[in-house]
């Protein structure tokens, strides 16, 4: 399961009060991502701060590379975030 290597990154992000706690969340996002194609992060890292990653796949559509930009929350909304 994919989810065990993430086993650390679960445990600080425990701390923080508007993340997922436990690696059975953390694997739900990991699907969630695999499904849509991008990830967001809507202020789980930092208050204020909304980030969007994606992978760049070359013509065999294997990941070569990726890329992410972050924005403060205000410009960069949910709405934005699904277009």
Same mark, same amino acid.
């Given at each position: 399961?994919?989810? %065990?290597?993430?086993?650390?990154?679960?445990?600080?992000?425990?701390?923080?009060?508007?993340?997922? &706690?436990?690696?059975?969340? %953390?694997?739900?996002?990991?699907?969630?991502?695999?499904?849509?194609?991008?990830?967001?992060? %809507?202020?789980?890292?930092?208050?204020?701060?909304?980030?969007?990653?994606?992978?760049?796949?070359?013509?065999?559509?294997?990941?070569? &590379?990726?890329?992410?930009?972050?924005?403060?929350?205000?410009? %960069?909304?949910?709405?934005?975030?699904?277009?």
């Amino acid at each position: 399961m994919t989810v %065990l290597k993430f086993g650390s990154i679960v445990q600080t992000m425990k701390q923080r009060s508007y993340s997922f &706690a436990t690696t059975v969340q %953390l694997d739900r996002v990991i699907r969630n991502v695999r499904r849509e194609g991008y990830s967001a992060d %809507l202020e789980a890292l930092n208050e204020g701060i909304h980030y969007v990653g994606a992978p760049i796949r070359d013509v065999t559509k294997k990941v070569i &590379a990726a890329i992410s930009i972050s924005a403060p929350a205000i410009r %960069l909304t949910k709405q934005k975030v699904k277009k």
